[in-house]
């Protein structure tokens, strides 16, 4: 590598890495096409098992950039939330090699839409993910149906779709997926569920080793608030989540004192 170039890599990237060289931390860092490319030239990042590129307005060229870096082998964790990455970008990343490892993706609040989610659900390269964050992004029901009906995320154990626009037609393709079974956290918030999900969710067959469910924000009225505390599928579930819903508080007094409630180590309601 010339003299120049490994000058200005160590000063622009690797002064980021922590001494154990195991996080590379390049949150907010003014990161571009430039500096990820200094990235490509980087002859071994093995040692870093997390990346954080948050807060770089990354989009287009320097994901494609990005999407050819090929020296971190050992990566196990993405973060990329807030950038600008859309459909096209997802398409871009899903076939990236720097994904091949990772147990974690962070895409939070980003412009990732249902095409875009189709190509991260559709990519080989998910094999040891199992934790997804998609948070604020507009991926809508259409999203999370393909995102659950995957065959590609067979170790998935936390799912992250707050603020996603699923709805109770989301919801319920959650519900019936035969693919999440494996499932320990599932992330549901300001969705505008009403009873239909909570419902469908509380007699899901599919959730029974849900540790924590969160659906607090949502439109869940008595019914649904009812079936969530009556659920037999809900054995395992530690930690609830329910506040800012539409629940009375009859029925909120009837949740507190249920089997399900007393079976939890928290529960957030109001």
Known sequence: MQEAVKSKLEQTILAHLTPDGKLLDLEDKNIGPEELRLLCDAEDLSSVEQLFLSQNQLCGESIEILSRVKGFSGLVSLYLNNNIIGDEEAKVLANAELLKNLKCLMLEANNIGPKGAEALASSPNFKNLEVLFLDSNPI???GARVVVSSEQLPRLQALHLDSTGIGDEGIM????????????K???CSNKMGDAGAIALAKSENLKKLNVLSIWRNEIRDAGGQAIAESQNFMNLERLYMSLNFIERP??????GSELAKRLTTLVMD
Do not use: D, H, Q
């Open 186 to 188: 599932l992330y549901l």
């Open 173 to 184: 393709a959650i519900a019936e997926s035969p693919n999440l079974t494996e499932l320990k």
């Open 251 to 256: 029925v909120r007094k009837i949740i507190r």
């Open 140 to 142: 809508g029901p259409e």
